[in-house]
């Protein structure tokens, strides 16, 4: 009896110890994982905010040189070939993916990335080389605005090259943050497959060697008994662990989406944030700027001018600032439509269907409520958003001829339906057919939004049949003004 005991405790001990040393092993392995993506993910936000910074710099550059030519007084400090400096130094360090950032030198590798860059440098190179003639002081002023002209013609296609590498950077940070989870999820389920088997392969040979100790030791009818009750006893632990443990499991999921949900709000919240800034410093700062060109340029009319072609030029150069003028308001616009938060959706919708298809030729068709929809901020700007993301879709991938917008009041739930007649698609092909990955990201950003406003998004199409999308949004209160 002694060496069964000794051989049965040798054996459990080695057994222990093997299963803490795995479960110590993936927890420190887990540990590692997690503060190595942590790392990854701080470098990556820096990348994102120097390249976005990018398309500030390039932005202020354009403004430095319309005031340079123009000879307008500015109160930027700033010199202009430190700023354009900068804005080489800053390009070359993320086209060579070794960006410096303090004493530290962040190094990132992807394709994808490399081809935006390789797309982005021959524009890169040509607005460089139109802002260095800029500033040279020998160079004759109709040849600047030339060059100035070249900057304004490529500026638009520089920020939106910049526009996806950022996006891109933002992609593959989210990626990298999506495979961690599924690390997560894989070294749980190892950690629950190693606590199972030192179940099975500890706790159940202790039962055993426990009850044919027992048998072996008494014989008595009272000792079996109680042996069985104690049996039951722990029976009811295991299941009450065992319960506890789902319980505990499915809090962890539920907080997971949470987390996840709070997650894609604040990104949400802070692209909102972003486009509401971007929207004030065009108006503000930009739009001013040109509208004050434009003064001192109308002034100029009552100027002699030597000829008919100067003249000419002068009227065509009043005319490409009000294009300017235009194009701006536009932009700060579509970034954050000033009358959504003057008159509410419902006017923010209808001049929304009107401005598209002034644009694009569309038919549109819009039906609102009678009265004023009262909703917060938040749900406003989420269904908006919602909509627009639609109409591009639309014009995009519909060729559709005719496009009804509803917004709907039933109850305590406000309803958004926009129906096309396009030529429709297979929902469960839509990540097999060209050009669809873009629409398909369309689709799950309006979705997210959604769920965001604790609403619903079904969507419906079929081949030549059209596209219908239902946005159902049942917040606490909705007053009809």
């Given amino acids: 009896m002694e060496k069964i005991d000794k051989r049965v405790a040798g054996s459990l001990t080695r057994f222990y110890v093997v299963a803490l040393v795995v479960v110590a092993l993936l927890t420190l ?32 550059l354009t403004k430095l040189a319309l005031v340079k030519i ?44 490399d081809s935006m860059f390789a797309r982005l440098n021959p524009v890169f190179e040509t607005m460089y080389q139109a802002f260095d003639k ?62 199972l088997a030192e179940g099975l392969l500890i706790f159940r040979p202790v039962v055993n060697e426990t009850r044919r100790a027992i048998r ?15 049996l039951e006893d722990k029976n009811k632990l295991l299941l009450e662990a065992q319960n506890h443990i789902a319980r505990i499991q499915k809090e962890k999921y539920q907080l997971q989406l949470a987390e996840d949900r709070i997650r894609t709000g604040a990104l949400i919240e802070g692209q909102e944030e972003e486009r509401k800034r971007f929207a004030r410093e065009l108006h503000d700062g ?15 009319r009552q100027v002699q001018f030597a000829d008919e072609k100067q003249r000419n030029r002068f009227d065509q150069l009043v005319k490409l600032i009000q294009e300017t003028i235009q194009t701006t308001r536009q932009i700060s616009y579509n970034l954050m439509p000033s009358v959504l938060a003057d008159f509410g959706l419902n006017a923010a919708l209808k ?27 938040q749900t406003e700007i989420g269904l908006y958003r919602i909509a627009q993301e639609a109409l591009n879709n639309t014009l995009k991938h519909a060729e559709a001829d005719n496009v009804v917008i509803k917004l709907e009041e039933n109850g305590n739930c406000v309803i958004l339906d926009i129906e096309d007649d396009g ?10 057919q060209q050009g669809s990955v873009f629409m398909q990201n369309g689709i799950e950003n309006m979705r997210t939004r959604a769920k965001l ?22 917040p606490e209160e909705i007053q009809i003004l």
């Fill in 453 to 474: 406003l604790s609403g619903d998004l079904a969507l419906t199409s079929d081949p030549e049949r059209g596209t219908k999308l239902v946005v159902t949004i049942c």
């Fill in 423 to 432: 030529k429709g698609f297979l929902i469960r092909n839509l990540k097999n």
């Fill in 351 to 377: 001049l929304l269907c009107e401005q598209t298809a002034d644009l694009s030729g569309l038919k549109i068709r819009y039906e609102g409520l009678e009265g004023t929809v009262s909703l917060n901020s």
């Fill in 216 to 230: 072996l030791l008494s014989q008595s009818e009272e000792a079996l008994l109680k042996a069985n009750t104690e």
């Fill in 29 to 60: 392995g887990g540990l590692f994982l997690i503060r190595k993506t942590i790392s990854s993910l701080n470098y990556d936000g820096r990348v994102v905010n120097v390249a976005g910074r990018q398309r500030m710099l390039s932005q202020r």
């Fill in 286 to 300: 930009i739009g001013q700027m040109l509208t004050g060109l434009k003064l001192h340029a109308e002034k100029l």
């Fill in 134 to 195: 800029i500033d040279n002081s020998d160079l004759a002023i109709e040849e600047k605005r030339k060059e100035l002209a070249t900057v304004l013609e490529m500026e638009p296609v520089f920020l939106s090259k910049m526009n996806e590498i950022v996006f891109q950077f933002d992609k593959e940070s989210y990626e990298r943050l999506k495979n961690l989870e599924r690390i997560e999820w894989i070294m749980d389920i190892m950690t629950i497959i190693v606590l």
């Fill in 70 to 113: 123009g000879q307008i007084p500015h109160a930027d400090s700033v010199r202009y070939d430190s700023l354009l400096n900068a804005w080489k130094n800053n390009h070359n360090q993320l086209a060579e993916k070794k960006l410096l950032v303090g004493k530290e030198t962040v190094v990132w590798k992807s394709a994808p990335l």
